[in-house]
């Protein structure tokens, strides 16, 4: 499936920022499902320099300062992807997941996809007793890896409320998981922290989302803004695969990766330091094109 | 066996040391170690007066020099109580310990490099990546990056234990940022002045040596042009900030904080009051994560965006490098023995404390089959289990529920935990009551990396327990600091500790003062000058609380009504006067309002806590005396507010006294009196225009002179009582006079030769423009003729010029830089 991917993200600050320092993480991943045939991004007010990079996960970065004194921060990135057709996992049997949680811990792989990075709480996705305990109900004793962390998915997609009122960027999971409510990135988070309190490798992967899929099937929650989603490591075998507890689906060509991390804040869109006084209001539109 | 002087006897009669542990001051059989039996010799020669009588001193010269640690969770300073008896180390046991740490400290920089560069540990399974993953402080922007100076560590530390047989352990190590070497300094000062003569007999090895060394490596890799070594403090809300303002005047590096920093490109500049000027060496005291909002930590406020880009490119040097506080995790207690083989080719001289990591399923079994024996621990830092509140726990002291809570998490995710064998700590004397006690302790030993290789500070900080339980576990925080003494085999020359007159390269390094610092600076001497002012006012207002006579009533109106107008005092309701002594009583116990004397002090203080390494012990601890003058009167009578006035008049005297002698002439000296100036000639025009212009009578003009310190020389000129064209040209025009308008404008126009060169030439002419007006403003009148329109033109004329400085000096002007 091929698409063309625009997202414009403005950010208005109530007073007037000097300066600014950004690292944007909007291109799309390269990698053996999906391939970036045209990328771009703007900003404005403009900067002298973009330095284009690579993070340790592998996402793409533009680093850049503003030096001029601006009311707003507006950046475009316009991407052109073709997404391979069919869902993450092909399905077959996984191991049972105390053995994969075993190989995770004793591992000696240490590259950015080694599942080792994704073992431990990170900066938002701690393991959360409560969690832990909803999580393990999915996981049974010698239960294959991949039906325990689908039934989780599906358990969450059951339980919880699609909520964008209910919860903000910031939101801690804990938060989330007592509310029961949320968007894509809660979802995401509490699959994550309750995965990792079992001892299993999760990693946050952000992206775009086709919202109306090919065969009439329903319209799906996430696609007006960056859509998140989660990816299991299920052995050395079957290695990651990508969870949708937004949608209770894999991961499938409506998936457009663009960054795999440990949470949102590996893989924000957007990082920046200002110096500013007043409060900021964000807006983010996001418009997902199939082409031909 | 020597029999032992009487005194000596008596005093280690009752001293029973604790069962099954090693004491370090006597052996079985209770008689004192060779290498302490000059000390105790030395006590009992004093007598317990005597000793209880130095000990008392070393606390007090401890609290003077500002040694002070700051809880978080509390607003105020706490002095660091200090044992007045030492911990002493023989050279035997000195020299094991070295050679152990030495190895220990080359063996941590090989397993960092590994780790950032080719990982061989990790893929040839010698350990599990989870271990590395797991640290909070593996920074993974760092991976791949040679850290510039050729090194992660720079400085480490290790806290050691012994054993019951006399063997020494590794507890603990330290990578990240190890504090603790200036309280060690400190500790060391206060007890040499206590107990010099036993130092001295006892050839105990002096500090200045290795800090020296130290300082030389780091200052020999900041290129001459740059700002010199920067130290990098989270800053005063930092529990150990006290330390690194106390090393960086010692070491004659620059204090600096992360909103000091700026990066261009990925070069790392330092905001000063002449602008931007390089930084490529920075020892860091700010933990790692708190580094780079952009890059690590996004809530951090402590750091400067980009940091990391520059030392990833080797633009700038960090010791330790960001990172290396990877090597503290509990985890990899387990590995040393194998890292070191592997790395070293040989087995640790100096063992570390017996861990076995529950990540792996046969250890893990192996420790719960030892429950009650074994402590366990968090693996890494960082991890917030409420199990863990307190630091390691004994299996033995788990109640039922928390034991089950443990063995569920230890199945779950046991590479979280480590269990560790139980370690018993050694003891050495405290004094307490005048009797020696057995207290156990660890000490913290600190390294550096020199041109030369490693070198140990011969010494060290140690911890000793405020109670009797040996294991280390129980270590709580608080309890005593004591110095380490190290017995050296040959005799110890004198080296000094203090920066002196005979190593004038000390402060050499120095060549910039912050924007931060300036700007505190400046507020300093404002609103030192400022609390002058209205401590004036309000013993004004005191002296004359009894007077019936109506002129002197209407003038201590016209003082109440400077109070209120200047925020030291509320307006009543309806505008009722207020009776003159409620009024001074009020304004001089009063912590909210913003002009009262409490409140100004208040905000000096905090202005001074920012720039504590610019400071000397002395002028710091005036204004912290003052402070404490300020806090208790909160309750004092209104009859003694006269006498407190004069009292905290007298140690504002004091600290400019100190500013004058014993701050050295530098940039920060002229901006401190560059805010006294301003502030001074604002409060004199506002006390003119008040008192000495319009309807003035004579009590007006005695309560001017007074509030000016002026009466004496006024009385000495005129003979006669006074008159107000008389008092205007004492006041305002007569540059001899320290209190008057002309001869704070001289001083500002000297001040400005102190002054570095800006690059801002618009700026820059616009402040000599505003001293050049603040001059004029006080030309073309004649004495007899000032009037309240005159004198307003003056007290804007102070006004443009502390503007101007501000805007030239203050405000963030690196726009343009790096361009």
Redesign the interface.
Known sequence: MKYRVRLVSTTRYEAAAPRGAHVLRVRPREDDRQRVTGFAVEIEPPSALIVDGVDFFGNGTQSFVIEERHEHFTFRATAEVDVRDGASFAGGTTAPWEDVRAAAWASSHIDAQAPAHFLHPSRIARPVPDITHYAAQSFTPGRDIFDAAQELMRRIHADFTYDVDATDVTTAPADAFAARRGVCQDYAHVMIAGVRGLGLPAAYVSGYLHAAPPSGMPRLEGADATHAWVSVWCGETAGWIDFDPTNAILANESHIVIGVGRDYADVAPETGVIVTSGKQALDVAVDVTPVA | MVKLAEPAASLLADYAPLEGVFDEMVDETGQPRAHWRPFVDALARLGRAEIARRADGAARRLREAGVYYRAYDQDADQAWPLSSTPVIIDTEDWRTIEAGLIQRAELMEAAIADFYGA?RL????HV???I???SPDFL??M?GATPAGGRYLHFYAADLGRAPDGRWWVLADRAQAPSGAGYALGNRIALSRTLPETMHELDVRRLAEFFQRFRETLTNRAAPDSAGVCLLTPGPYNETYYEHAYLARYLGFLLVEGEDLVVRGDKVFLRTVAGLKKVDTLLRRLDADFTD???L??GSRLGA??LV?AARSGAVCFANALGSGIVESRALMAFWPRLARELLGADLKLPNVATWWC???AKRDEVIARFDDIAFAPA?LG??NPLFSKGAVSGRDLAPDARRELLDQLA????DFVGQEMVKLSSTPVLNNDRFEPRPFQLRVFLAATENGWTAMPGGFCRVSSRRDPLAINMQRGGLAADAWVISDAPVGYRSLLPSAASPDLRRGIVALTTRTAENMFWLGRYLERADASLRLVRALAARSGERDHAAVAASEKIIAILQWWGALPYRQDDAVWPAADAAHHAMTSTDAYGAPPVLVRRALNAASAIRDQLSPDAWRIIKALDRQMMEGADAHASETYDRAERSLRELAAFSGYAHENMTRTTGWAILDIGRRVERGLSLARFISRLGVGDTTPATLEALLELCDSQITYARRYFVTASPGAVADLLIFDDDNPRACAFQAARLRALLDELPASARADAAKTFRESIVQLEASMTGCTPDRVDAAFVFKVEEAFFAVATAFSNLYLS?HD?GAGR
């Open positions: 990982q990790v893929r040839d399974g599990p990546a989870s590395i993953t797991g993974r922007p991976v909002p952009l890059a930590n996004p965006p980009g880009d990540g792996d399923a890494f991890h917030r779950r995710r046991g590479g963030d726009e």
